[in-house]
C-alpha cells in the first residue's frame, strides 16, 4: 500500500482495505490519535476488550477503526471493520509520519570514487561513504552519518544521522539504524601481557539480516573471527550493547539498555526486557522471554518466561520475591519457635 | 549578574555580593578550587558543618566564600560571609568554564533557507538546520549537530557537538543538550504481525521546557501520538533513557543511566538514581525518591524514599538486604530447631 | 614488529618469531580463524587445555600457533611452538584489520590556524580541530570528530568517527577512543536553589594515560575542580560513564554498561563486570574483581572478588542466592516446625 494522500474521508480509508463503514463516509481524517483523545477528523483504532470503554471519551466526527464486537450503536461515531485494525492503523499512520527524509545527494557529502550508490538513494550533506561501500535503491543516508570502507548497506535502508557502520558491516534490506548506533567497533578481547592487557584484534564482521530495527545509541561489536549476526526481523531499542560474535535469531525484540556479552546467543523469537545482562558464551532458547533487569548468568531454554537475579521461571521469581520482602517477618518466625523450644534468643 | 573578569580580587567579589569581607580584600582570586586544595589566589567556598575541618588544609592567601558559623579566627585566610556560599560559587565560576563556546555562524554550516535563525545565535561547522527550524536568540549550536525539520529551540540554549533534534521537537529556552543525545527517535511500539513484527509509526513529538538539562548520550523518544514531555528544570544526566509518552514533572532528577519505558509518569520533583528502571505505565508521585539499579513495576506514592528489586520503602529494603545476606545462618538455625525436635535433617 | 604482508607461509612467520615448524613451512597463510573454523590458509592458535580437542575440527592445511604441549602427532596440521601462542596471534593479527584508517589531512576538516598538528597525523572531513588544540605523531583523528579548544592528544591515538573530546581534555600517547564517546562533558553537580537546582559549573579536566582504551559511546566527565583521570593502560568497554572526579587506577577493566558515580576511586587493575553500579566516592581496593550487575555502595577491599546487590564477597553471594530460589521450601520447613510445635498456621 502507498502512502496515503491527507486529508482524506472516511469512505476513502474504507475502500482501500475494502471494509464495511458504519456511519458518515464524507467525514474528513485529517490527523491521527489514541481513541481515549480523538475529536472530530482525527483517525483512531480500537482492538482490544479492555479498551472498549475509552470510546465513551471519543468526540463526534472521529472514525474508529475496529473489529465487529467493539461497535457501540449509542455512540454516533463513523466505525470501519477491521479484522486487525491496529495493523491498519499502522499502516496508514505512515503517511503521516513527520518529514524527516532527506533527498538526493548532497554535494555536500564526502563519497568515494569508488563507492557505489543507487541512483535512487539519498545521501544527505556531512555523510561520508568510504572506499568500496555499496548503497542500495532508495536507502536514505542522513547528514553526518559514516559508512566505512566496504560496507555494505541494501535497499530501503534508512542511515539516521550520526550513526556509524564500521568497516565491511553488511546491512540486508530495510534496515532502520536509528542516531548513534554504531555498528562494527571492535569488540572487548583482552590478552594479560607482561605489561597489562593487549587487545586482541577483531577482524570480524557484523550481519544485519533484512527488516531488522536498531534504536538510537546501540553498539553492536564485531565478530573476533567470524560474524556478529542480527536476525531477520529482529527489533533492538535504545542502548543496546551487543559484544562480540553474538548470535541473535529472528524476531528477537530487546529492549532498551540490553546488553549482551560476546558470543551470547539468542535463538528466534527471543523477548529480553529492559537492562537485562546476558552474560558470554549464554544461549537462550527460542520464544523465551525474559523480565527487566534480569542477569542470565546460565543458558535457558526456550519457551518459558523469566525473571529475577538469581534468573528463576518468573512463578518462582514472584514468590521469592514475595518471601525477600517478608524476611524479618520469617526471622522473627524463627526467633518465636526459638524461644518455644529453648528460651534461647537471636538477634 | 554577567560574567566576572578574571584575575579580580577577594575585595571585588565581596562588593558584588555586598557582603561583609573579613581578611584582606586586595588579595588576588585567579582560579577556583575545592576548600581542601585552595592555596593562594584560589577562590573556594565552605557551607556545611562536616566539611569545617578541611579549612585547616586550605593554604595562606586562599579566599574562601562562607557562611558566619565556619569563620576561624584562628587561621588567617580571607573570608566573604554569605547565607548560600555555595550559590554564589556556583554564579562566579561560570566566569572560569574552559572557552568551549562556538562564535558566529560558521559557513560551513548547512542550513535551509527556510530555516529562521536568530541574529544572535551561534552556529559551528558541519551543523545541519533543516527545513523550516527556528533558533531562539543566543543559542549555540555547536559543530556537527543535527536541527532537524520543524524543530523549535528557545533562547539561551547550547545545543552541544553531535546532538540529534529530529523532526518537530521542540525546546524551551536555557535548555542545554550534551553531545551526542538524540531527542525525538522513534518510539519502540511493535505489532505482532503474520510475518514477524510490525513497528506502529510514532507520529508524536518530544517537548522540552524551561530550563531543562539533558546529559551526554540520552534519548527521548518522540510520542506515539501527543507528547513525550520533559518539565521545566528537571535535570538529566547521561545515558538516560526516556520512552515514548513518558510525562516527567518539574524539577526532577534523573542519573546516570537510568531507564524508563514507554509512558512512565514521574510528578514533581521526583528523584532517580542511577541505574534505576522503571516499567511501562508506572507513576511516581511527587517528590518520591528512588534508589540506585532500583527496578520500579508499581506505581509509588510520592513524599517516601525506595529502593532494591522487588521495590521497598527504602527501611523495609534495608532490613530485607541484612536478613539475605544472613540466610546461611538463618538457614542452620532453621535445622538446629528441626534436630532438636525430630532429629530430621535437611539439606 | 611491523605489519606483515599477507599472504605469507607458515615458515615465514616461524621464521618473525624464531620459533620452531612441525610440518610443512611452504603452506600459505592467507587468513585468520579459530582453531574449531581453522581450513586451509587459515593461522589459528591453541593455548589452553579445554579448548585442546578443537583441534579434532581443523581441516588440513591449517597452521597452528601452540605451545609444545598441545601437538598431536596423529593430526598432520602444521605446527609453529610459541611460549605465548595467543599474544603472537594477536600480534599478527593486526595485519588483516579491516582498512578502515584514513590517511592525510582532509582539505573538508576545519582546522584553527592556532592548533598544533603533526605533519605525520591524520585527520578526515568534516572533523574539527578547535583553538589550541594539539594533535601527535601517527595519531587518527577520523571524519566527524570533534577536537575542542586546547584539546592535547598524544601521539599514536585512533579517535573514532563522532568522538568529542572537549575543552582541555588531555590524552597521553596510543589512546584510542571509539565511535560516539564523549570526554569532558560537564559533570552532574547541582545545588538546591529557591526555585530549583542550579548547577555547579565544572571546572576541571579529563586526564587519560597511555595505552588507555575507550569503547564506543563512553562519557568521561570532566572534574568540578581537578581531574577525573583514567589510568595508564585500563580499558573501557562500551556504553561506561564514568562520573566527575573519579580516579581509576593502571591496568583496570571495565566492561560494558557500567556506571561510576562522581570521586569513585579505583585502585590498580579493578576490574568491573557488565552494568556494574558504583557510588559516588566509593573507593574500590587494588585487584578486586566484581560481577555483573552488582551495585556497589561500600568500599571494597582489594584483592577479592564481589557480586550481588547489596555486594558481598562472592562465595557468600552464591549461598545468599541459593537461599533467595530456596525461599519458598524454607518457609515451608518454618510451618512445619510451627505446626508441629503448637498447631499453628501462617501463611
Known amino acids: 500500500m502507498g502512502?496515503?494522500?491527507?486529508?482524506?474521508?472516511?469512505?476513502?480509508?474504507?475502500?482501500?482495505?475494502?471494509?464495511?463503514?458504519?456511519?458518515?463516509?464524507?467525514v474528513p481524517v485529517e490527523g491521527l490519535n489514541s481513541v481515549q483523545k480523538a475529536s472530530?477528523?482525527?483517525?483512531?483504532?480500537?482492538?482490544?476488550?479492555?479498551?472498549?470503554?475509552?470510546?465513551?471519551?471519543?468526540?463526534?466526527?472521529?472514525?474508529?477503526?475496529?473489529?465487529?464486537?467493539?461497535?457501540?450503536?449509542?455512540?454516533?461515531?463513523?466505525?470501519?471493520?477491521?479484522?486487525?485494525?491496529?495493523?491498519?492503523?499502522?499502516?496508514?499512520?505512515?503517511?503521516?509520519?513527520?518529514?524527516?527524509?532527506?533527498?538526493g545527494i548532497s554535494q555536500k557529502a564526502e563519497i568515494h570514487p569508488s563507492a557505489q550508490v543507487d541512483l535512487s538513494a539519498h545521501i544527505g550533506p556531512f555523510a561520508v561513504i568510504c572506499e568500496?561501500?555499496?548503497?542500495?535503491?532508495?536507502?536514505?543516508?542522513?547528514?553526518?552519518?559514516?559508512i566505512g570502507p566496504g560496507v555494505h548497506v541494501g535497499a530501503g535502508c534508512e542511515i539516521h544521522p550520526n550513526v556509524v557502520l564500521l568497516a565491511l558491516v553488511h546491512l540486508g534490506n530495510y534496515v532502520k539504524v536509528f542516531s548513534g548506533s554504531v555498528l562494527g567497533s571492535e569488540g572487548f578481547g583482552l590478552i594479560e601481557g607482561?605489561?597489562?592487557?593487549?587487545?586482541?584484534?577483531?577482524?570480524?564482521?557484523?550481519?544485519?539480516e533484512d527488516n531488522v530495527r536498531i534504536g538510537a545509541h546501540c553498539t553492536i561489536d564485531r565478530g573476533t573471527f567470524g560474524e556478529t549476526r542480527i536476525g531477520q526481523g529482529?527489533?533492538?531499542?535504545?542502548?543496546?550493547?551487543?559484544?562480540?560474535?553474538?548470535?541473535?535469531?529472528?524476531?528477537?525484540?530487546?529492549?532498551?539498555?540490553?546488553?549482551?556479552?560476546?558470543?551470547?546467543?539468542?535463538?528466534?523469537?527471543?523477548?529480553?526486557?529492559?537492562?537485562v545482562g546476558v552474560g558470554d558464551h549464554i544461549t537462550i532458547g527460542k520464544g523465551a522471554r525474559v523480565g527487566g533487569q534480569t542477569g542470565v548468568t546460565?543458558?535457558?531454554?526456550?519457551?518459558?518466561?523469566?525473571?529475577?537475579?538469581?534468573v528463576m521461571p518468573i512463578r518462582q521469581a514472584l514468590r521469592s520475591h514475595h518471601f525477600v520482602k517478608a524476611l524479618p517477618e520469617i526471622v522473627d518466625r524463627i526467633k518465636l519457635l526459638e524461644k518455644e523450644i529453648h528460651g534461647k534468643k537471636h538477634s
Chains 1, 2, 3 share one sequence.
Open 3 to 26: 502512502p496515503l494522500e491527507f486529508p482524506t474521508t472516511a469512505g476513502k480509508i474504507a475502500d482501500l482495505f475494502n471494509a464495511t463503514l458504519l456511519g458518515d463516509p464524507n
Open 40 to 103: 472530530r477528523g482525527s483517525l483512531c483504532f480500537l482492538d482490544e476488550k479492555k479498551a472498549a470503554k475509552f470510546l465513551n471519551s471519543c468526540r463526534l466526527g472521529a472514525v474508529v477503526l475496529t473489529k465487529k464486537e467493539f461497535i457501540r450503536d449509542d455512540l454516533p461515531l463513523t466505525y470501519i471493520i477491521l479484522e486487525e485494525p491496529k495493523l491498519a492503523f499502522a499502516q496508514l499512520a505512515k503517511s503521516f509520519l513527520p518529514k524527516n527524509r532527506w533527498i
Open 132 to 146: 568500496g561501500a555499496k548503497i542500495g535503491a532508495d536507502t536514505i543516508i542522513y547528514p553526518q552519518a559514516y
Open 194 to 208: 607482561a605489561s597489562g592487557h593487549v587487545e586482541m584484534p577483531q577482524v570480524g564482521t557484523v550481519v544485519v
Open 234 to 275: 529482529s527489533k533492538l531499542d535504545a542502548h543496546v550493547h551487543v559484544g562480540h560474535n553474538c548470535q541473535i535469531g529472528k524476531n528477537s525484540i530487546l529492549c532498551a539498555q540490553v546488553g549482551l556479552a560476546g558470543s551470547a546467543t539468542l535463538e528466534e523469537g527471543v523477548v529480553l526486557a529492559g537492562q
Open 298 to 310: 546460565t543458558n535457558l531454554k526456550g519457551g518459558e518466561t523469566y525473571f529475577s537475579t538469581p
